[in-house]
């Protein structure tokens, strides 16, 4: 570790132990943004699920307890940055659907990927957004770590669901003319 970070490692930790939880917390908020692997998925739900059982459930509210927590909700604000464009307004989702589409559909057409994302992207956001989306803000709300803002977060996510199953089909053919625009402008 580097000299001219001491002090700011420091404030972060006093002792060992500190440093191995920090480096865990690190560890666990990166692999947060894996949300393509299952069993990480399963292992996350089972850790919310141990965290935040009911009162009656259990009588763990030791430091053990706030740790873990912590280190859940951590986990999930770090899922949420990842998609924060989903639960914004429709036109902050749309610009940053349309630039990830853009992204793969151009590995696609360059050959850097095998499956076409015009194909299923439609239908795809529609899975997206009912089984990670809508949950992750359902979750977020259920722990409060924003408090009411949580309610606008899972309020926009419903509604863009709702928005693209209404102009999504359109959208992505929208985008696959615009790419293609792009593309013979340049």
Not at 41 to 46: I, M, S, V, W
Not at 87 to 104: A, D, G
Not at 150 to 158: F, H, Q, R
Request: net charge negative.
């Amino acid at each position: 570790m580097e000299d001219r970070y001491a002090e700011l490692r420091a404030c972060i930790y006093q002792t060992e132990e500190d440093l191995r939880r920090f480096r865990q917390l690190v560890v666990n908020a990166v692999m947060a943004t894996d949300i393509v692997d299952k069993e990480l998925q399963e292992l996350r739900k089972d850790r919310w699920e141990t965290a935040f059982a009911s009162i009656a459930e259990t009588q763990d509210e030791g430091v053990e307890s706030e740790d873990r927590k912590a280190t859940i909700v951590i986990e999930h604000l770090i899922q949420a940055s990842d998609v924060a464009h989903t639960m914004q307004h429709w036109y902050i989702y749309k610009k940053w659907n349309e630039r990830f589409f853009i992204e793969c559909y151009r590995a696609y057409k360059e050959g850097r990927a095998d499956d076409d994302p015009s194909t299923n992207w439609y239908k795809s956001e529609i899975g997206f957004f009912d089984y990670y989306v809508i949950p992750l803000a359902r979750k977020l709300q259920s722990c409060g770590v924003f408090g009411v803002s949580s309610d606008e977060y899972l309020n926009y996510a419903t509604a863009n669901r709702d928005e693209w199953i209404r102009e999504g089909e359109a959208l992505v053919q929208q985008f696959v003319v615009t790419f293609n625009e792009k593309k013979c402008a340049s």
